[in-house]
């Protein structure tokens, strides 16, 4: 008996209708693999309970498919374990696991018109979620017109995401619906499978190539086959390849409970290490700037009577930044072209703005003066000036500098987060590297992990982020939003949301101002996490505002993160401890519209030690409506086995420093 039954497992694989399985290191998640017919499928269970159903792989190149009538080749494949601990120079925690099962599965078209026939099928498992690639051997040029990448959830579920073809620069509101009625979809898309089970799928490690999209499709057995679609050229073509070729990785997370979607470290680990050996000039902080006076139409970008980038104004914020202790100061619209027909320079300055007398200044007193390149998506203006203004820059002692892309198209023709754009910033952060400059993008392709492999790319936007809480004619940002992006935009990396904002009057549109409470705004400084991290309001509103006590020691990098408790779109809570060894911890709350009462117990501080907790909390009557300004300040003694109950008006929070006592 037992002979054969090895006897019709060697004949199955010889005749390459072969199964292959691989789990992840716990077994909680299994990957199965096979060739169904010729046509390479996967399928996902977790704890024995299938999640994804069979579904195809496979590559639409310009003269041929890969995916229609494949063999195994080779010898049988074996699962290659890895386990390794890295160190972070910044980031959420100071060290991350990487620990995964691997199997990679060679296979070869039978009949093919296409110059490739050779594909291979690389799977990671992990203990939260699985991730997989295609990697195409062989030489010479060839086009990829698109993935025939399939992901088929097992039934459908209530979803969160963005539509990709009417959201520009991914500044959108995430809106809950079930997921067989969406339109086409960014990721990363976050998915309530079942009560106690989420999904988040996204990509890691988008290196030359294009970004992707799903589209969902319903069956009629009940499932939702996910398509992918991948972002094009104008002219059709979505990704140009040359010799030996991997495409990003495709993730999904996969955890109990929503608030551990936010600790996954998966698609850090799918990047690659960083190729900066020395970082000591890497340094996250908080930042001002003269930013939110623009949008509130209280001074200009370009020159003229209320230009707000003056040498006078910007040392005016310098001032305030070293008495307050922010590390440094972004001042947009310092540089000639924010007026009508003039040439964008990012050599030089507005006459009313001698910037090497602000960087001199900024530096005496322990400050950086942040530079901004807006090109309004002239991605090739950047690249014909970066070399020579990213070297500028650091001669006067810049470190960071915020680019953006205001325009539909990158310059004028193609997609940001097409091939084309994905490029661009590469050559952008890497020119950046070079020169010791840290990167803020604006308008930029989804982050997919990339800050392993590049760390001085410190954080992006891609979000619906505070300006439209100035003047954007809906109102402004709904008090769910914030609530929502941790478990949506937030799963792709660092966001410059730009929170903290303390005064919501001199409104520029009616109704149009932030919908949340004061203590809503200091627990967004910890939620929203960015290594640069901004307290967005202009300097007038914070002068004498208790409140800016907790903002002023709140770190913006981390040796740990907790989440615990959170509900997407209603509420969450985050700890994090501070990462330069003096046992700090930090916490924001927030909900959305409905005020609610939480239990918060001090488990994860050190045993035995007693710790000073400052609470930044709303007032019994706050609300965000009718009285957002009201919280109270107070201190209580605590240890791990005390429990602080978080009453949180409604669109409220709580921000709390917990400090050991020595």
Same mark, same amino acid.
């Given at each position: 008996?037992?002979?054969?039954?090895?006897?019709?497992?060697? /004949?199955?694989? #010889?005749?390459? @209708?072969? *199964? =292959?399985?691989?789990? +992840?290191?716990?077994?909680?998640?299994?990957?199965?693999?096979?060739?169904?017919?010729?046509?390479?499928?996967?399928?996902?269970?977790?704890?024995?309970?299938?999640?994804?159903?069979?579904?195809?792989?496979?590559?639409?190149?310009?003269?041929?498919?890969?995916?229609?009538?494949?063999?195994?080749?080779?010898?049988?494949?074996?699962?290659?374990?890895?386990?390794?601990?890295?160190?972070?120079?910044?980031?959420?925690?100071?060290?991350?696991?990487?620990?995964?099962?691997?199997?990679?599965?060679?296979?070869?078209?039978?009949?093919?018109?296409?110059?490739?026939?050779?594909?291979?099928?690389?799977?990671?498992?992990?203990?939260?979620?699985?991730?997989?690639?295609?990697?195409?051997?062989?030489?010479?040029?060839?086009?990829?017109?698109?993935?025939?990448?399939? /992901?088929?959830? #097992?039934?459908? @579920?209530? *979803? =969160?995401?963005?539509? +990709?073809?009417?959201?520009?620069?991914?500044?959108?509101?995430?809106?809950?619906?079930?997921?067989?009625?969406?339109?086409?979809?960014?990721?990363?898309?976050?998915?309530?499978?079942?009560?106690?089970?989420?999904?988040?799928?996204?990509?890691?490690?988008?290196?030359?190539?294009?970004?992707?999209?799903?589209?969902?499709?319903?069956?009629?057995?009940?499932?939702?086959?996910?398509?992918?679609?991948?972002?094009?050229?104008?002219?059709?073509?979505?990704?140009?390849?040359?010799?030996?070729?991997?495409?990003?990785?495709?993730?999904?997370?996969?955890?109990?409970?929503?608030?551990?979607?936010?600790?996954?470290?998966?698609?850090?680990?799918?990047?690659?290490?960083?190729?900066?050996?020395?970082?000591?000039?890497?340094?996250?902080?908080?930042?001002?700037?003269?930013?939110?006076?623009?949008?509130?139409?209280?001074?200009?970008?370009?020159?003229?009577?209320?230009?707000?980038?003056?040498?006078?104004?910007?040392?005016?914020?310098?001032?305030?930044?070293?008495?307050?202790?922010?590390?440094?100061?972004?001042?947009?619209?310092?540089?000639?072209?924010?007026?009508?027909?003039?040439?964008?320079?990012?050599?030089?300055?507005?006459?009313?703005?001698?910037?090497?007398?602000?960087?001199?200044?900024?530096?005496?007193?322990?400050?950086?003066?942040?530079?901004?390149?807006?090109?309004?998506?002239?991605?090739?203006?950047?690249?014909?000036?970066?070399?020579?203004?990213?070297?500028?820059?650091?001669?006067?002692?810049?470190?960071?500098?915020?680019?953006?892309?205001?325009?539909?198209?990158?310059?004028?023709?193609?997609?940001?987060?097409?091939?084309?754009?994905?490029?661009?910033?590469?050559?952008?952060?890497?020119?950046?590297?070079?020169?010791?400059?840290?990167?803020?993008?604006?308008?930029?392709?989804?982050?997919?992990?990339?800050?392993?492999?590049?760390?001085?790319?410190?954080?992006?936007?891609?979000?619906?982020?505070?300006?439209?809480?100035?003047?954007?004619?809906?109102?402004?940002?709904?008090?769910?939003?914030?609530?929502?992006?941790?478990?949506?935009?937030?799963?792709?990396?660092?966001?410059?949301?730009?929170?903290?904002?303390?005064?919501?009057?001199?409104?520029?549109?009616?109704?149009?101002?932030?919908?949340?409470?004061?203590?809503?705004?200091?627990?967004?400084?910890?939620?929203?996490?960015?290594?640069?991290?901004?307290?967005?309001?202009?300097?007038?509103?914070?002068?004498?505002?208790?409140?800016?006590?907790?903002?002023?020691?709140?770190?913006?990098?981390?040796?740990?993160?907790?989440?615990?408790?959170?509900?997407?779109?209603?509420?969450?809570?985050?700890?994090?401890?501070?990462?330069?060894?003096?046992?700090?911890?930090?916490?924001?709350?927030?909900?959305?519209?409905?005020?609610?009462?939480?239990?918060?117990?001090?488990?994860?501080?050190?045993?035995?030690?007693?710790?000073?907790?400052?609470?930044?909390?709303?007032?019994?009557?706050?609300?965000?409506?009718?009285?957002?300004?009201?919280?109270?300040?107070?201190?209580?003694?605590?240890?791990?086995?005390?429990?602080?109950?978080?009453?949180?008006?409604?669109?409220?929070?709580?921000?709390?420093?917990?400090?050991?006592?020595?």
């Amino acid at each position: 008996m037992t002979r054969n039954i090895i006897l019709a497992a060697l /004949l199955t694989f #010889a005749t390459h @209708a072969a *199964a =292959w399985t691989v789990g +992840s290191p716990s077994g909680h998640i299994t990957v199965n693999l096979s060739l169904d017919h010729g046509r390479p499928t996967y399928s996902v269970s977790y704890l024995n309970k299938p999640v994804i159903a069979p579904s195809t792989l496979g590559m639409q190149l310009a003269d041929g498919t890969l995916g229609q009538n494949m063999v195994a080749t080779g010898a049988k494949p074996k699962v290659v374990a890895h386990d390794e601990t890295w160190v972070q120079p910044w980031g959420e925690d100071d060290t991350v696991r990487n620990h995964y099962n691997e199997i990679t599965i060679a296979l070869k078209e039978r009949k093919t018109t296409s110059s490739r026939q050779h594909m291979n099928i690389i799977v990671r498992a992990y203990d939260d979620g699985f991730a997989f690639r295609y990697e195409l051997p062989g030489d010479g040029d060839f086009q990829i017109m698109d993935e025939l990448t399939q /992901l088929r959830l #097992a039934h459908d @579920a209530p *979803a =969160w995401s963005i539509p +990709s073809n009417r959201t520009a620069y991914f500044e959108g509101i995430y809106e809950r619906a079930p997921l067989s009625q969406k339109d086409t979809v960014c990721t990363p898309l976050t998915i309530e499978y079942a009560p106690d089970l989420f999904l988040a799928i996204h990509e890691a490690n988008l290196t030359d190539y294009a970004s992707i999209n799903l589209t969902p499709r319903p069956q009629p057995d009940g499932s939702v086959t996910l398509l992918t679609a991948l972002t094009p050229w104008q002219n059709h073509v979505k990704v140009y390849a040359t010799g030996h070729t991997v495409t990003p990785w495709r993730t999904v997370i996969i955890s109990p409970t929503a608030s551990d979607l936010l600790l996954s470290r998966m698609m850090l680990n799918l990047n690659e290490p960083s190729r900066i050996h020395d970082t000591s000039w890497i340094e996250p902080g908080r930042y001002i700037g003269i930013w939110w006076s623009i949008h509130k139409k209280k001074n200009t970008w370009e020159m003229g009577p209320t230009h707000g980038a003056t040498t006078q104004n910007v040392k005016r914020y310098i001032d305030f930044a070293a008495k307050h202790g922010f590390a440094s100061v972004l001042a947009e619209g310092w540089n000639p072209g924010w007026g009508q027909g003039e040439h964008i320079s990012y050599l030089k300055a507005y006459p009313d703005f001698d910037i090497q007398d602000v960087c001199s200044y900024a530096l005496a007193q322990g400050v950086r003066f942040i530079g901004h390149m807006e090109s309004w998506g002239r991605a090739a203006l950047i690249e014909s000036q970066m070399d020579s203004a990213f070297a500028w820059y650091n001669s006067m002692g810049i470190n960071t500098v915020k680019t953006g892309y205001v325009g539909q198209l990158l310059d004028g023709k193609e997609l940001a987060k097409s091939q084309y754009g994905i490029r661009h910033y590469r050559r952008v952060i890497e020119c950046a590297a070079r020169h010791h400059i840290m990167i803020d993008n604006h308008e930029p392709a989804m982050p997919t992990g990339l800050q392993r492999t590049w760390p001085n790319l410190m954080t992006q936007e891609g979000v619906r982020g505070q300006e439209y809480n100035a003047w954007s004619a809906d109102g402004g940002n709904p008090p769910s939003h914030t609530v929502t992006l941790p478990f949506t935009r937030g799963l792709a990396g660092p966001m410059d949301f730009t929170p903290a904002i303390f005064n919501q009057g001199d409104e520029i549109v009616p109704g149009t101002h932030p919908h949340s409470t004061l203590a809503k705004q200091l627990g967004e400084f910890v939620v929203l996490y960015s290594p640069l991290q901004m307290a967005a309001d202009a300097i007038e509103n914070y002068d004498g505002q208790p409140a800016l006590t907790f903002i002023e020691s709140c770190p913006t990098t981390w040796s740990r993160t907790l989440v615990p408790h959170g509900k997407i779109g209603e509420y969450i809570t985050v700890a994090r401890k501070e990462r330069n060894g003096t046992g700090r911890w930090f916490v924001g709350s927030i909900t959305n519209e409905q005020n609610r009462t939480l239990t918060l117990p001090l488990h994860f501080l050190d045993k035995g030690r007693s710790y000073k907790a400052v609470i930044y909390e709303d007032a019994a009557d706050a609300d965000y409506e009718s009285n957002p300004y009201a919280m109270t300040i107070r201190q209580a003694c605590v240890t791990a086995d005390d429990v602080i109950t978080l009453r949180l008006a409604r669109s409220g929070g709580c921000a709390i420093r917990l400090e050991p006592i020595e």
